[in-house]
């Protein structure tokens, strides 16, 4: 698929699924931005992603970074096309009665107050100008509560709520304003990212409980889930929006397999 001389945004980009995602990008002909909040992680992506990508160090969470981050790519080049929201962390699991309010707390915020604020800005810009495509990253534990995972599940399901509402605002545009299609993919267990081979091999029965529960048997690999991710943000998908796709090597189906 040819992305030539658009300009991107990818949130989440030094490591794993968004890293992986920069790298799809630039190889499609796009100028991509990039954030983090570990700088030395950013400034190593930067370093093998080149000329055509930028990093960005950035708190989604923060408010007035995420406007400036969004002034400097207007600034910059007037416009964005595609935008991808991949910042996200999971937490220590604790059952509902055990969590630690703060710690809910931050998941949520860095889930999905992150992407809103993400959104917000990108919705504005891309109705402006050209128009442009939206993929959030979300997860099948949106779909599936996962016991434990109380904050990442809910965080998650939000996400999908908000990619759905988002779709519905943009797809019928105002007067003067162009068409924004906005798609969440929904991963299952991914290696990268979250998913180390030191974590993987630190918790061996809940590792073998999510290949149990996989209908292929194996983890994706992350340059599967940005497959799916290019896709929904290229013409070819050109009707699809406000959809959840599942990309989890029959996680929900085989769940109760």
């Given at each position: 698929?040819?992305?030539?001389?658009?300009?991107?945004?990818?949130?989440?980009?030094?490591?794993?699924?968004?890293?992986?995602?920069?790298?799809?990008?630039?190889?499609?002909?796009?100028?991509?931005?990039?954030?983090?909040?570990?700088?030395?992680?950013?400034?190593?992506?930067?370093?093998?992603?080149?000329?055509?990508?930028?990093?960005?160090?950035?708190?989604?969470?923060?408010?007035?970074?995420?406007?400036?981050?969004?002034?400097?790519?207007?600034?910059?080049?007037?416009?964005?096309?595609?935008?991808?929201?991949?910042?996200?962390?999971?937490?220590?699991?604790?059952?509902?009665?055990?969590?630690?309010?703060?710690?809910?707390?931050?998941?949520?915020?860095?889930?999905?107050?992150?992407?809103?604020?993400?959104?917000?800005?990108?919705?504005?810009?891309?109705?402006?100008?050209?128009?442009?495509?939206?993929v959030n990253?979300?997860?099948?534990?949106?779909?599936?509560?996962?016991?434990?995972?109380?904050?990442?599940?809910?965080?998650?399901?939000?996400?999908?709520?908000?990619?759905?509402?988002?779709?519905?605002?943009c797809g019928v545009?105002?007067?003067?304003?162009?068409?924004?299609?906005?798609?969440?993919?929904?991963?299952?267990?991914?290696?990268?990212?979250?998913?180390?081979?030191?974590?993987?091999?630190?918790?061996?029965?809940?590792?073998?409980?999510?290949?149990?529960?996989?209908?292929?048997?194996?983890?994706?690999?992350?340059?599967?889930?940005?497959?799916?991710?290019?896709?929904?943000?290229?013409?070819?998908?050109?009707?699809?929006?406000?959809?959840?796709?599942?990309?989890?090597?029959?996680?929900?189906?085989?769940?109760?397999?």
């Amino acid at each position: 698929m040819e992305l030539k001389n658009k300009i991107a945004l990818v949130s989440g980009g030094t490591r794993g699924i968004g890293f992986k995602m920069c790298q799809k990008l630039v190889a499609q002909g796009a100028f991509v931005y990039f954030t983090g909040r570990n700088q030395e992680d950013g400034l190593l992506a930067q370093e093998e992603l080149g000329a055509s990508a930028r990093y960005i160090q950035l708190d989604v969470t923060d408010e007035s970074a995420v406007h400036a981050l969004f002034d400097l790519i207007e600034h910059e080049h007037g416009r964005l096309d595609l935008a991808v929201n991949n910042a996200g962390i999971t937490t220590q699991r604790a059952s509902v009665s055990e969590l630690d309010l703060q710690e809910w707390k931050r998941v949520l915020d860095i889930n999905l107050v992150g992407p809103l604020l993400c959104m917000s800005r990108q919705i504005q810009l891309m109705q402006r100008v050209d128009g442009g495509a939206i993929v959030n990253v979300s997860s099948c534990g949106g779909i599936l509560g996962q016991p434990r995972q109380s904050a990442y599940s809910v965080s998650k399901a939000a996400l999908n709520m908000l990619t759905q509402i988002a779709a519905i605002e943009c797809g019928v545009p105002e007067e003067g304003k162009k068409l924004v299609r906005v798609n969440a993919v929904c991963p299952g267990p991914t290696m990268g990212g979250m998913n180390t081979i030191e974590r993987l091999e630190a918790n061996p029965e809940a590792t073998a409980e999510k290949y149990r529960n996989t209908a292929l048997r194996r983890f994706a690999e992350p340059e599967e889930v940005t497959a799916s991710i290019s896709w929904l943000l290229s013409d070819e998908s050109s009707y699809v929006t406000g959809t959840l796709l599942s990309v989890d090597g029959g996680f929900i189906a085989g769940k109760f397999g």
